[in-house]
Each structure stands twice: as structure tokens, then as C-alpha cells.
């Protein structure tokens, strides 16, 4: 598969036997990992027949992502608001051309200043009812999160609201409603807001934009660049569940599952974690929204110049998920999330960071998923069922388009 174009280039290592390379850690003792990446280089005694096809792999992607970003389309697309590649362009190469700073460079959910952290992010689900929630409290729940993220605790919300003539009163309601009972629960108000209406066929019923401002209660400085070798990546829970059950909400696919949207707020998940884990031992902190976790974690190999390696046995999915994925040709890896996180903890908090996070109901399920190593840096490996490494790329393309 192309590398510039593909989501996924499978990588098969020559002579590698099914189940894990003996001594390889992935419990929660925090012992280190094995220094196999899962992409080897050439054996020093073939030096002179040049190099292997995995360096030639790995520095064709080199070349590729040294390249300057730049949007090759005239217009926008659905895949520019998908999370992937296409994403990370327009971002790069549009808004953060423009708009350069040291507080935005960064890209994390949210911005730190003097001691607030700052976020804001817009919903434009559907449908905007769907099993387990509504396009009301995921406005609250996202932007929640996106302070906890920060590491804050969230306080005050803005909400603007984008209707279409014809939208029914009803359904407002119904969600501003929703979105009261998320802010209740969420322990934030909301504290400020802006109404637009527009011509009927404009705006497909209702938009929602909530930006929101955290306090940073903890001394932590969290960040997406922060990971070391060695490191644990954990995952809270099952993942996938959101993105499935809006797709199959819409009722296009003849497809019955017993599944709910994950949409919660995760702060107090957060807050547990950082408290069970000493100064700097927590690295970063994501929620898996759009691209899924796929994507976050190649955001964390990217900006701190490591290598991410999973471990496709220990990620969490519950069957209905991977059985409607297989369905629809789709990796849940790239399924967004609403309630779930990725975090990097150092190994020593391994056992620390699993027990915080198992002690709340969100984090009931969470799973060292994988580790992080030092080489092939800026790439994301999967170790496969089969015994086989792929690399995870970005995303590619659009397959579930409108999901938050």
C-alpha cells in the first residue's frame, strides 16, 4: 500500500513466531519493555547487500513527513474534519500558519495560561439523538474532557448554538435540557452563550459550539511530547463504542447491536490518576474523540519523537464493536470514543496508574495496551494476533463522517 495515501501499511518481520518476543513486558508491574521495536533494521553481516525493505520503509515515511504540509485540495472535504491525515493538514497548514503562537503550537486539547486551562470545540453530530446520549450532553462531556486533558478541573462552560428555520422547540428542549443535567453532573456551569438562526437546509437541524475554562488545581504539566521510552500506554476502557452506535443510529445499515454511546466526563477519572501517581509520572493525557485512538497515539509518537508499540491482544473491545466493524471494513482503532482516554505513565507508575483508574467506573476496564520504545521514532507499530507487525498510520479518508 502507499505509504503517502494508505491508513495502514502491514510490515511482515521476517522469521517473527505468533505470541510475544520471549522477556517482553505488558503487565502492570512496570517492568521495561523489551528494546524490539517490531521493525528491524538490516543484520550486520549483510551490510554490504544494502538496506533492508523495512529501512527502506521507514525512510520513505521519513521523507514524506519532512515534507511541509500543504492542502492540495480547492476545496474542503469531509475527510479535512475526520481527525486523519487530511485533518492534520488543514491544521498545519491553514490555521496554525495563520495563527502561530507558543500556546497553540503545541496542539493539545486545550491551552494552560497563568494558571487556566482554556478549550473550545464544536458538535455537529448525527443523528443529535442517539442511544446512551445526545449531541447536548456531548457538547459538555467533550469539553470537559478537553480541560481534563489539561490536567484541570473544569469550571465554567460558553454554548452557542447554531439552528436551522423549522427546528422543532421540542427538540431544543429536549437538548438544552440534556445538556443541564451533563453540567450538573459535570460539577460546571454554564456560564455564557450566543443564538443563531439560520435559512431552512443550512445548518441540518442544530450545531452546538461550547468553549470552556478550567483551573489547574495540580502542579502537573502534561503534554503530548512528554513521552520517554519505556513508558506504559494505557487505555481506559473499551474502545470504539461511540463512533459504532452513531453510525448504526442512522439506520443506513441493516446492522443490530446492543450498544450505547460511551459519552461521559472524565474528570474525575483524571483527577485519580494524577493523585495515585507521583510528579511528572503521568506524561500525557488524550481523550480518543476523532481518529480514535489510532490517531491519539500517533500524535504522541510524532511530537515526542518515539516509538508507540501496541499490542492487539490487550486492547479492550467489546465483541458487538469488533463485530460491527468487521462488518463495515473498519479498524476500531480509528472508531471515536466520548468517554474514554489514552494516558503514558512512566513504567514505576504502571501499577499505580491501572489501580486509580480501575477504582471509578470509567476506568473499570483499563488496559496497558501498549508501550513505548525509542526506535523506529515518530511511527506507531502493532503487534498482531497473528504474530505479525503492521504500522497504524493515520487516518485516511472519512469512514464515519458527522459522529461528534
Known amino acids: 500500500m502507499n505509504t503517502e495515501e494508505g491508513a495502514t501499511l502491514r510490515v511482515e518481520i521476517p522469521g517473527r513466531r505468533s505470541g510475544r518476543p520471549d522477556g517482553e513486558a505488558g503487565e502492570a508491574d512496570g517492568s521495561p519493555p523489551s528494546r524490539e521495536s517490531g521493525l528491524t533494521g538490516s543484520d550486520p553481516g549483510n551490510a554490504a547487500v544494502g538496506p533492508s525493505r523495512e529501512q527502506?520503509?521507514?525512510?520513505?515515511?521519513?521523507?514524506?513527513?519532512r515534507r511541509r504540509p500543504r492542502v492540495r485540495e480547492d476545496r474542503i472535504t469531509l475527510a479535512h474534519g475526520a481527525g486523519g491525515k487530511a485533518t492534520h493538514t488543514l491544521i498545519d497548514a491553514v490555521f496554525l500558519e495563520s495563527f502561530r503562537n507558543p500556546l497553540l503550537e503545541p496542539l493539545e486539547d486545550?491551552?494552560?495560561?497563568?494558571?487556566?486551562?482554556f478549550t473550545t470545540d464544536s458538535y455537529v453530530v448525527t443523528p443529535l439523538f442517539?442511544?446512551?446520549?445526545?449531541?447536548?450532553?456531548?457538547?459538555?462531556?467533550?469539553?470537559?474532557n478537553d480541560l481534563a486533558m489539561c490536567g484541570a478541573r473544569p469550571r465554567y462552560l460558553s454554548a452557542g448554538f447554531i439552528i436551522e428555520e423549522g427546528f422543532p422547540v421540542a427538540d431544543l428542549r429536549r437538548v438544552t435540557a440534556s445538556m443541564a443535567a451533563a453540567a450538573r453532573a459535570a460539577d460546571v456551569w454554564i456560564v455564557t452563550g450566543d443564538t443563531k438562526v439560520v435559512e431552512n437546509g443550512k445548518a441540518d437541524g442544530c450545531y452546538i459550539t461550547t468553549s470552556g475554562i478550567g483551573t489547574m488545581d495540580r502542579p502537573v504539566r502534561l503534554s503530548a511530547a512528554a513521552a520517554r521510552p519505556g513508558d506504559a500506554v494505557i487505555v481506559s476502557?473499551?474502545?470504539?463504542?461511540?463512533?459504532?452506535?452513531v453510525m448504526l443510529a442512522r439506520g443506513e445499515l441493516?446492522?443490530?447491536?446492543?450498544?450505547?454511546?460511551?459519552?461521559?466526563?472524565?474528570?474525575?477519572?483524571?483527577?485519580?490518576?494524577l493523585?495515585?501517581?507521583?510528579?511528572?509520572?503521568?506524561?500525557?493525557?488524550?481523550?480518543?474523540?476523532?481518529g480514535g485512538v489510532a490517531t491519539v497515539v500517533n500524535e504522541i509518537a510524532e511530537a515526542s519523537k518515539v516509538a508507540v508499540v501496541l499490542e492487539e491482544d490487550a486492547i479492550p473491545v467489546r465483541p458487538a464493536v469488533r463485530g460491527a466493524c468487521e462488518l463495515l471494513g473498519i479498524d476500531p482503532l480509528y472508531v471515536a470514543c466520548e468517554g474514554?482516554?489514552?494516558?503514558?505513565?512512566?513504567q514505576r507508575s504502571t501499577g499505580a496508574a491501572l489501580a486509580a483508574l480501575r477504582s471509578h467506573p470509567l476506568g473499570s476496564a483499563a488496559a496497558v495496551i501498549g508501550r513505548i520504545n525509542d526506535d523506529p521514532p515518530g511511527l506507531v507499530l502493532l503487534r498482531?494476533?497473528?504474530?505479525?507487525?503492521?504500522?497504524?498510520?493515520l487516518l485516511v479518508g472519512d469512514p464515519l463522517p458527522r459522529i461528534c
Open 254 to 273: 441493516d446492522i443490530q447491536a446492543d450498544l450505547v454511546s460511551d459519552t461521559a466526563p472524565l474528570h474525575e477519572l483524571t483527577g485519580r490518576l
Open 275 to 290: 493523585d495515585a501517581c507521583g510528579d511528572g509520572q503521568v506524561r500525557c493525557l488524550r481523550d480518543a474523540t476523532r
Open 340 to 346: 474514554r482516554m489514552v494516558t503514558v505513565v512512566d
Open 130 to 144: 442517539f442511544p446512551g446520549g445526545d449531541i447536548g450532553d456531548l457538547a459538555v462531556n467533550g469539553t470537559v
Open 237 to 245: 476502557g473499551p474502545i470504539g463504542e461511540h463512533g459504532i452506535t
Open 56 to 65: 527502506q520503509v521507514l525512510r520513505r515515511i521519513e521523507r514524506v513527513r
Open 384 to 393: 498482531t494476533s497473528f504474530g505479525g507487525t503492521r504500522i497504524v498510520d
Open 110 to 117: 486545550g491551552a494552560v495560561v497563568d494558571g487556566l486551562a
